[in-house]
């Protein structure tokens, strides 16, 4: 059984910085992209970065020059450094990764449960 576990996140003032990380655990044969997504109050989950196994990185307009994605392949691990953090930034963040077990031998999407970020002074 294939899981996602985040961690990392917390309240921190305007100006602020956060890391998060997001290990994938399980039977895994393979994992494809990974990547960080949000959803504020009231608000559609939205993308805030992407990253493939080989290191291409894709990022929302709105977190451009603030967050970095990163990953270690070797411990099917994705973090997303997050500074210059501003109160628009508040959301539960998830973790999603397309994973291929080893059985079934088949690509699924998975998310994490979120971790909650709160910006505010």
């Known amino acids: 059984q294939v899981q996602l576990v985040e961690s990392g996140g917390d309240l921190v003032q305007p100006g602020g910085s956060l890391r998060l990380s997001c290990a994938a655990s399980?039977?895994?044969?393979?994992?494809?992209?990974m990547g960080w997504y949000r959803q504020a109050p009231g608000k559609q989950r939205e993308l805030v970065a992407t990253?493939?196994?080989?290191?291409?990185?894709n990022y929302a307009d709105s977190v451009k020059a603030r967050f970095t994605i990163a990953r270690d392949n070797a411990k099917n691990t994705v973090y997303l450094q997050m500074n210059s953090l501003q109160p628009e930034d508040t959301a539960v963040y998830y973790c999603?990764?397309?994973?291929?077990?080893?059985?079934?031998?088949?690509?699924?999407?998975?998310w994490g449960q979120g971790t909650q970020v709160t910006v505010s002074s």
């Open positions: 399980g039977s895994i044969f393979r994992v494809n992209d």
């Open positions: 999603n990764a397309e994973i291929l077990p080893y059985f079934p031998r088949i690509r699924y999407n998975y």
């Open positions: 990253i493939t196994d080989d290191g291409i990185t």
